[in-house]
């Protein structure tokens, strides 16, 4: 997964597994091992107040070579999270990484569905995104066509 690149469908993209992984104070990884071969790692951190909550999931199936992502994102209503899918082909020496396009396309959907707001805090569905008249909160700040 620390690889620069990774298959993205037809095409090579920027791996951006690094950054997500990247060590950063006060995280916790933790690494669940079967017959000394790793098959998930746990990254959690602590949220403002203190409470432990975890930020990240990877987890490998040797079996079927499938790579599952899940990213959490604290919010105000809950818990937003980012679903992806890998595919680990130890044959292509170069290029062993593959990103499932579809999934990431409907993961990043449900994702910002998930984190964007309006004033009154009730969830804009993600293809009202692009809507010129309503003004979209998120995380605590309101997006209009002025700051466009």
Request: charge should be negative; charged fraction near 15%.
């Amino acid at each position: 997964m620390t690889l620069l690149s990774l298959v993205k469908g037809t095409s090579l993209e920027d791996n951006f597994m690094p950054q997500v992984m990247q060590a950063q104070p006060g995280r916790v990884v933790t690494v669940y091992c079967q017959n000394n071969m790793p098959l998930k790692v746990k990254i959690s951190r602590a949220d403002k107040s203190g409470k432990q909550f975890t930020e990240l999931v990877l987890g490998f199936d040797d079996a079927s070579r499938q790579i599952a992502l899940m990213i959490f994102q604290p919010m105000p209503s809950g818990t937003a999270t980012l679903n992806l899918g890998f595919e680990y082909h130890p044959e292509q020496l170069l290029m062993p990484i593959h990103l499932d396009a579809k999934q990431y396309v409907q993961g990043l959907q449900q994702f910002y569905s998930q984190t964007w707001y309006d004033n009154s805090d009730n969830p804009v569905m993600f293809q009202d995104i692009l809507s010129t008249d309503k003004p979209i909160a998120s995380n605590g700040f309101v997006i209009t066509m002025q700051h466009v």
